[in-house]
């Protein structure tokens, strides 16, 4: 795919979407934001592909909105673009319309999406991390919220993920403060998981083969919508789905090919079907 801020590979069922500004630590941008979602798309509808990380080229993950053109904006009497979002929700109605904001669709799209947090994230990079399934960061990546210290608020779903991943009180430290944490202390709060800094990305990328390899991409998906969705209901609503769902896992080849390899003793065939 032709793009101009990002990179997109995709290798051993692994699409690999990397930020990809450098020399402004992956700064978020329009066509950035453009290209990214583009690259989702291509990677949900490609059967090769399983599951999905995305990480960020040199030494930082995603400084957050450009500043330069941000100030670019304010200067021209303009505001920017990244603060606008209208979701498509025209004809959705329940639990649907959750999932049509500006980085929720992350939620909905049917493979796991892997953050590696290379270096530092802030702002809008950091609301995108948080729409993630797994995030995985080095102890020297740096992490703010960042908008306190801007004038700015809890902006793109932040103030609902974020009290969910780590609780309420750390999460409203980190947005009061805006303070910078390190990669130990983000691990400690239970954003992401820790790995060692040396070989950082390829230790990430192979949990991410690992899954890819070993979990039935049909369960996988099913799980990501049973648990997103179990976000806006009850558990009564929640237990009736998920045994509408094991009944029809039993009649997928799947179930099938995850009790064969069981048995035989052989890494498993999936087909997703």
Known sequence: MQTREILYEVKDHVATITLNRPEKLNAW???MEQEVRSAMETAAAEAAVRV????????????????????????????????????????????????????????????????????????????FVLFTDMRYIAPSAKVTTAFARRGLIAEHGMSFMLPRLIGLMPALDLLYSGRVIDG?????????????????????FEKARAMASNSSPRSTAVIKRQVYDDLFRNLADSWKAADEEMYASFESEDFKEGVAHYFEKRAPRFTGR
């Open 184 to 204: 130990t202390e983000a691990a400690r709060l239970g954003l992401a998981d820790l790995l060692p800094e040396e070989g950082f990305s390829l230790a990430v």
């Open 52 to 127: 999905i990380m995305v990480t960020g080229a040199g030494r930082g993950f995603c400084a957050g909105a450009d500043l330069d053109r941000m100030k670019a904006s304010l200067e021209s009497g303009k505001r920017g673009t990244l603060a606008r979002h209208d979701a498509a929700t025209d004809g959705l109605n329940g639990i649907e319309v959750n999932y049509q904001q500006r980085f929720s669709y992350l939620l909905r799209v049917e493979k796991p999406i892997i953050a590696a947090i290379n270096g530092p994230v802030a702002g809008i990079g950091l609301c």
């Open 29 to 31: 941008t329009q066509v």
